[in-house]
């Protein structure tokens, strides 16, 4: 039996051959993680799971009141409340996943100095945890559209290729910023006011339409930029002025950082028991 | 590849920041650094970098070279910081190594710590499933061996508890359990034996007994060379990042110990006053150089001594104390009332005591030797000190069952008074 058994090889200075398949076999693990941490968040709370819907609902709420009535922002027809929580969404989720995947290898200190398995799990789980939330978030928009006076199009055929987009860069930016915050610690305290910030240079609660033409170039270096407007579009058909210039820059930027950050983070997770 | 384990030239290097005390570097710390050394490039474009001399070289391993065979049950001994548990991260591959490659053969599960990943908030049944994951068990397998689990840890009533109710106890044991029902072609474990009551340990050892019977390869790190004498068959002795020692565990423990305690089998030197010189002191077991006994093991003590002044009162013999420095057996000249007097003549003397190890549980032991006038002097008490190292063999628990160390010792003398064989 035993000259059937896999080899492996380490090697000084080389990611192990092999890691996606690693990291494939391990899928069990990715969701038993996603799958504790949701079920931690929501232990010792009286009501529960529930707050996994009422939490997105409560914030979208919120946006609405801020922006809407005190704000009077221009939303391009659509109903503003519907507006906004086609933009919170995303929003929302990177946010969200950004704050908490950066930390992610730090609060799993203990795993990673004694045991092994292909450590771009321990993100990619977190992120897990935050696409339930904006899963229960898109269902209850769908949900609401039609008592709000928005009908369905052919253009919520793009939300697939859109939710990909929004996966890729938020994933990018975790395998970044979580990586980073193993040697320096200072991303923790950089992560939370890059996130307020980011909510304003991005157009969650006004329409990209608003930004001077000559900044506009700058603007959408914002890769948020395109996926927020690919949602709006995909929910109510409308489209910003420069909808394609902006989706594609989106695109070139999410892949951009998607492939650099995931091999960042092979280089790097081979010193991660070393440093954390 | 016939090996489970073969490195080679394995090294890993670590840098010690001798300027910061924990070695944590932050942005700014770096920024400044990196602007502080571009500056003095363009002041003085042909000098080396500054840098070099803030932080220290320093090699937890140093060319290890190690193999392991299929169905090897391997103790890592050596003392603190001699890079056992490096060698063990590497191998499990937390850590990776700076220079050298290994081969690895199937799959690999390592225990480095008891319950590794056990979330507070979540139930034993709960952590059960994560932590399984966690060591690499998939979903099926754990339900599949969940209620092997349960019955192992001997937490079944509280299952359904979240674990930060339960005592560490219970953690240990339902970690362990775990642990203990994965299916690994190796296993890795690392001193987690340390916790737990003595019977549960020996519910640990018997089970890494039945791994290594599957012909499971184990590899074990303990400062405890009893455990590690009842469990591997081969050793590996590191000492400052090297390999000094590899091979049958008993030759491994001998060097080991050899470097490590203060005390020899073997004493020489010249002791005593007017009346009586001492020589040489020495313990031996059966004519072999080992450097502890097992239980049971017949052990010689010789003393060489000269008698210059003969006088009725001399008396020696010998002290055994244990190591909270309690005396807990003797033997003089004087109790062989018979012959006292001809130890105790004018002349060059060689004398032997045997001394039945059967009677002594494991530990470490001294052995005094003790001289005096009766009632009048003490000529020497502590100038010649033996060790007296004493393992339980054990063999029974190396072949798969395991059988109770405590208790003395009676031996294996067993005959037949009248036998019928049909």
């Not at chain 1, 928005?150 to 859109?162: C, E, I, M, V």
């Not at chain 2, 010690?16 to 944590?24: A, D, P």
């Amino acid at each position: 039996m035993s000259d059937k058994l896999p080899i492996i090889t380490i090697e000084a200075g080389h990611t192990q051959k092999g890691y996606l398949q690693n990291v494939y076999k391990s899928r069990e693990l990715l969701y038993f993680l996603a799958w504790r941490d949701i079920i931690v968040r929501y232990k010792q709370a009286f009501f529960g799971i529930a707050w996994a819907i009422v939490r997105p609902l409560l914030n979208m709420l919120a946006f609405t009141l801020i922006f809407n009535r005190i704000a009077h922002l221009e939303s391009e027809n659509v109903n503003y409340a519907l507006f906004v929580l086609a933009g919170m969404l995303p929003w929302q989720f990177f946010s969200g996943s950004v704050m908490d995947t950066s930390n992610s290898l730090l609060t799993n200190a203990s795993l990673i100095t004694k045991t092994y398995f292909p450590r771009i799990i321990i993100p990619l789980a977190q992120l897990g945890v935050h696409f339930l939330d904006f899963s229960i978030g898109f269902i209850c928009l769908l949900i609401l559209m039609p008592f709000m006076g928005a009908g369905f199009g052919l253009s919520l055929l793009a939300l697939p290729l859109l939710i990909v987009l929004l996966l890729m860069l938020s994933s990018a930016v975790a395998f970044w910023l979580s990586s980073i915050t193993v040697q320096y610690r200072d991303v923790r305290f950089i992560v939370p006011f890059m996130v307020q910030f980011g909510i304003f240079i991005s157009p969650v609660g006004y329409s990209s339409n608003l930004i001077p033409e000559k900044w506009k170039w700058l603007y959408f270096l914002n890769p948020l930029v395109g996926i927020i407007d690919g949602f709006r579009f995909a929910f109510f058909g409308v489209a910003t002025t420069d909808f394609v210039f902006s989706l594609v820059t989106s695109i070139f930027v999410t892949l951009g950082l998607f492939i650099s950050g995931y091999f960042y983070f092979l280089k790097k997770e081979r010193y991660f028991a070393d440093r954390i | 590849m016939k090996n489970m384990i073969e490195t080679h030239n394995l090294s890993k290097k670590y840098l010690i920041c001798s300027n910061s005390e924990e070695g944590y570097s932050t942005l700014v710390e770096t920024m400044a650094r990196a602007a502080f050394s571009f500056f003095q490039r363009l002041k003085n474009p042909l000098k080396k970098k500054i840098e070099k001399n803030r932080t220290q070289e320093f090699w937890a391993l140093r060319d290890v070279n190690i193999e392991i065979k299929p169905g090897d049950r391997v103790g890592i001994i050596g003392r603190n910081g001699a890079g056992k548990s490096t060698l063990l991260k590497i191998l499990s591959r937390i850590v990776s190594p700076t220079s050298g490659h290994i081969k690895i053969r199937g799959r690999v599960a390592s225990l480095l710590e008891v319950g590794t990943g056990f979330h507070p908030e979540l139930t034993g049944r709960e952590n059960i499933f994560l932590n399984g994951a966690i060591l690499g068990m998939g979903k099926q397998e754990i339900i599949k061996k969940f209620d092997e689990i349960v019955e192992f840890s001997e937490v079944g009533k509280f299952l359904d508890t979240p674990v930060k109710r339960f005592s560490s106890g219970m953690i240990t044991r339902l970690g362990f359990a775990i642990a203990a029902h994965l299916d690994p072609d190796l296993l890795i474990v690392d001193e987690v034996l340390a916790v737990g009551d003595a019977l549960f340990q020996q519910k640990c050892l018997k089970k890494i007994n039945e791994m290594g019977q599957h012909g499971r390869t184990v590899i074990f790190v303990s400062h405890d060379v009893g455990s590690i004498l009842s469990i591997c068959n081969k050793g590996i002795y590191l000492s400052g990042g090297k390999v000094i020692d590899q091979g049958p565990i008993e030759t491994c423990v001998n060097t080991y110990m050899r470097s490590y305690s203060l005390q020899t089998l073997d004493w020489e030197g010249d002791v005593g006053d007017e009346h009586i010189r001492f020589y040489k002191a020495g313990l031996r077991s059966n004519g072999q150089q080992k450097e502890f006994f097992y239980q049971g093991d017949p052990t010689k003590l010789e003393i060489e001594y000269e008698v210059l002044k003969q006088t009725k009162d001399l008396n020696l013999g010998i002290g055994i104390w244990n190591q909270r420095n309690q005396l807990i057996a003797r033997s003089y000249t004087t109790d062989d009332i018979l012959n006292h007097q001809s130890y105790i003549k004018k002349g060059k003397h060689k004398l032997t005591l045997n001394i039945d190890s059967g009677i002594f549980h494991e530990g470490d032991y001294l052995i005094k030797i003790d001289c005096g006038l009766h009632n009048s002097k003490n000529i020497i008490s502590d100038s010649i000190v033996l060790k007296y190292p004493i393992y339980v063999m054990d063999k029974s628990t190396r072949d798969g069952h395991l059988s109770d160390r405590d208790g003395i010792f009676l031996g294996k003398n067993w005959d037949f008074i009248s036998s019928e064989v049909n």
